[in-house]
Every structure is written in structure tokens, then in C-alpha cells.
């Protein structure tokens, strides 16, 4: 029986208008701006609203995780205040890179000693800003899971 949702978040840069790409400090940023601006990627909030829906409908606990710098805890923050039960901030050093792959092996690495069989992870299908879809499937081929992408709806029956 369905006991536990992890559902994992990022963030990606919120694009409302034209973009500078900064190569010197290879960051890209909105025109106009002094830093970047970020959001919960939209993808990843859809993932949170199904687990909350969920939640509400079968009493299942949510748990949000992200993996991020030390001062990145927006989404588990937004998290928190949809309902999530407990929330895990994996952290990296300040200045190393992040890409899918990294991010996916440390989320894994941390799942290694906590999953269950009874539960399930949720992942948003891409990123806003990339179009990065691997951070699920690497998760899954890691554990040894089977996976489902680009998944549309949600129920449960016990």
C-alpha cells in the first residue's frame, strides 16, 4: 500500500522578457537585471499538486526534496506551505556545478537509505529554462526502478 510521496523540486530562472547571456560569468540573466531571478520549476509544482491531491484524497505523506545551494530553500518553503509533511534539502557546495546528472545521483544517494517499497517518487517531466528531462530517469536507473514519464493524471485506489 501506497505509504510515502517524495516529490523532487528545482528551480529554474523565471524568463519574462529578453535574456543577456553573461559568457565572463557564465550565468544567463534578464535583460535588465542585476542577478537572475529564480522559480519553482512549473513541471515540478504540477508533480507537488498531485502529490498533495493525494495526500488529501488517501492520507498519504508527502515529503519534498531538493538538491541546491545552502540559501536555495524557496521551493521547499513553497512546499511546506502547500502541505508537504517534512521536506529534505540536499546540499552541494557553493560553486559547483549542477547538472541533471549530479543532482540525480545525490537525490539517489539519499533515497538509497530511506525508500521503501511502498513508495513512490515524482519528478517533473523537464525544466522551464532547459528542457533538461533526465534528473527522473537517472534517478530511477540508479535505483533500479521502474519509471513512468510524461504522465498526465493521477489516481489512487486502494
Not at 28 to 37: D, K, M, P, V, Y
Not at 46 to 67: N, P, S, Y
Not at 87 to 96: D, E, I, K, R, T
Not at 125 to 138: C, E, F, K
Request: overall charge negative.
Amino acid at each position: 500500500m501506497l505509504k510515502r510521496i517524495f516529490v523532487c523540486l528545482s528551480r529554474t530562472l523565471a524568463i519574462t522578457g529578453p535574456l543577456d547571456i553573461l559568457e565572463n560569468e557564465k550565468i544567463i540573466r534578464q535583460q535588465g537585471e542585476s542577478q537572475s531571478t529564480y522559480q519553482i520549476n512549473p513541471a515540478d509544482r504540477c508533480a507537488l499538486e498531485t502529490a498533495m491531491q493525494l495526500k488529501r484524497d488517501c492520507g498519504i505523506e508527502v515529503i519534498a526534496l531538493t538538491f541546491s545551494l545552502p540559501e536555495e530553500i524557496a521551493a521547499l518553503k513553497m512546499a511546506y506551505a502547500c502541505g508537504a509533511d517534512r521536506c529534505v534539502h540536499l546540499m552541494h557546495p557553493v560553486g559547483a556545478l549542477i547538472d541533471g546528472w549530479v543532482a540525480a545521483r545525490m537525490i539517489a544517494t539519499y533515497l538509497t537509505g530511506v525508500l521503501q517499497t511502498s513508495d513512490i517518487i515524482l519528478c517533473g517531466d523537464s525544466l522551464a529554462d532547459t528542457s533538461g528531462a533526465q534528473v527522473g530517469p537517472i534517478i530511477a536507473e540508479l535505483l533500479g526502478l521502474p519509471q513512468i514519464t510524461h504522465v498526465v493524471n493521477v489516481t489512487h485506489q486502494p
